[in-house]
């Protein structure tokens, strides 16, 4: 990545952390602009994923939508010049796991189903898959499918990813599984 566009891409980072969306943004913008500039498509796929967060952060899904898919774009393209590097596996499952959470939460449940089952293989397939990494992904097809009326495969789903988050000792990860996996229950119930 061009030193520039890594220092932008660190102080983008920063700035989301302490809330300053549109400064990540000013700053994601521009790093964009330079990898495209030094034509540094992973680097630019990098600051497309991060630049399409600090979209959702605001509420910007179409631009969200647009940032995912470009950089999905690249790390398919990318894959498949390099013979299918792991670590690019890991970048393209993460970004299209993004892409089926938009899909998701704009309430197309059939464009965000294909994009967790392939994250979910891409995570499943790579050794280097944290728990964490791979328990999110879970968590997303888990709400898709309590949302669609699966709940038998949900509760699986969030079974597996509440062991997952325990695992990655991540608390609120383990608590969302069992208050939703109680809510499955109860309706089972019903």
Request: glycine share 6%.
């Amino acid at each position: 990545m061009p030193e520039r566009s890594e220092e932008l891409l660190k102080n983008a980072i920063q700035a989301r952390r302490e809330g300053r969306h549109q400064d990540a943004k000013r700053d994601l913008v521009e790093a964009v602009d330079l990898c495209r500039k030094a034509g540094a498509r992973a680097e630019l796929a990098r600051a497309l994923t991060a630049l399409g967060q600090i979209e959702r952060d605001l509420h910007h899904t179409d631009a969200a939508l647009r940032r995912y898919e470009e950089a999905v774009a690249i790390y398919r393209a990318e894959g498949r010049s390099e013979g299918r590097a792991e670590g690019n596996d890991l970048r393209l499952a993460h970004s299209v796991r993004h892409l089926g959470d938009i899909h998701r939460s704009a309430g197309h449940a059939a464009l965000a189903e294909p994009c967790y089952d392939e994250a979910l293989n891409l995570y499943r397939a790579n050794q280097q898959t944290t728990p964490l990494e791979l328990a999110n992904a879970i968590r997303g097809l888990a709400i898709l499918k309590a949302d669609t009326g699966d709940s038998p495969r949900a509760v699986s789903l969030w079974t597996e990813a509440r062991d997952l988050y325990a695992k990655a000792d991540v608390n609120d990860g383990v608590a969302e599984s069992d208050r939703r996996l109680a809510l499955l229950t109860e309706c089972e119930d019903v």
